[in-house]
């Protein structure tokens, strides 16, 4: 699976956009980006994914470049039960293939 | 979305003595479970991959006879650390995949296991 770059945190106001950026320039072309959060002390909770098109869920948008190799997922209007590490995942799906986590961004929503 | 749930939450436990904990996917049957292991402030690093019926693929560095893996039905995964020390002190995540078009995998809320 290709390895994937965040900033190691954010900071952003409640009710604002949180925009996450996330660089994977090596994707391969049947790899997915999937983004999931963890907040403290929980389990990861599956965010949303996507292959090349734009996509947008009741959580949030994931915008992907044309050439795939960066996305950037957004919040439309964070609040404080978003404070959580978000981790990008670049993965082949439909098959047995690994979940393998890096880093994740931190991300602090601030009244 | 798909549900898995771990128990116990939180364990204390003995140096020396052997912790169970139990990962269950409630609303589907899940022929894969991962177990992730989490220190803190670190990211979850993967420990396993359990598969139904058959044995455990450990990941490199992680000891097959001190964490045993049980995958015996498809909604229940079991993991056993086996004569725990304080080291092994950490938060420790299942995850189920749901057989489909995705294979996504859901995540259980975790088991913090203290060892004293």
């Known amino acids: 699976d290709a390895k994937t770059t965040q900033p190691p945190s954010m900071d952003c106001a409640e009710g604002r956009a949180a925009n996450l950026p996330c660089n994977h320039s090596?994707?391969?072309?049947?790899?997915?980006v999937y983004w999931y959060r963890q907040i403290h002390s929980q389990g990861p909770q599956y965010i949303i994914h996507g292959l090349k098109n734009n996509e947008t869920n009741e959580m949030a948008s994931l915008i992907i470049t044309e050439d795939r190799k960066s996305s950037t997922l957004i919040l439309p209007h964070a609040t404080l039960r978003d404070t959580a590490v978000y981790y990008c995942?670049?993965?082949?799906?439909?098959?047995?293939?690994?979940?393998?986590f890096g880093t994740g961004t931190r991300l602090q929503v601030t009244l | 979305g798909a549900v898995v749930s771990q128990h116990p939450s939180r364990v204390i436990c003995k140096s020396g003595t052997s912790v169970k904990i139990e990962c269950r996917s409630l609303d589907f049957q899940a022929t894969t479970m991962f177990w992730y292991r989490q220190f803190p402030k670190q990211s979850l690093m993967l420990m396993a991959t359990?598969?139904?019926?058959?044995?455990?693929?450990?990941e490199q560095g992680v000891e097959k006879d001190k964490f045993l893996i049980n995958h015996a039905s498809l909604t229940l995964s079991t993991l056993t650390v086996t004569s725990a020390h304080p080291e092994d002190s950490s938060f420790y995540i299942c995850?189920?995949?749901?057989?489909?078009?995705?294979?996504?995998?859901?995540f259980g809320p975790g088991t913090r296991l203290t060892v004293t």
């Open positions: 995942i670049v993965r082949v799906t439909g098959t047995a293939s690994k979940l393998t």
């Open positions: 090596t994707i391969s072309g049947n790899e997915y």
């Open positions: 995850s189920a995949r749901e057989p489909g078009q995705g294979n996504e995998q859901y």
């Open positions: 359990s598969n139904e019926g058959s044995k455990a693929t450990y």
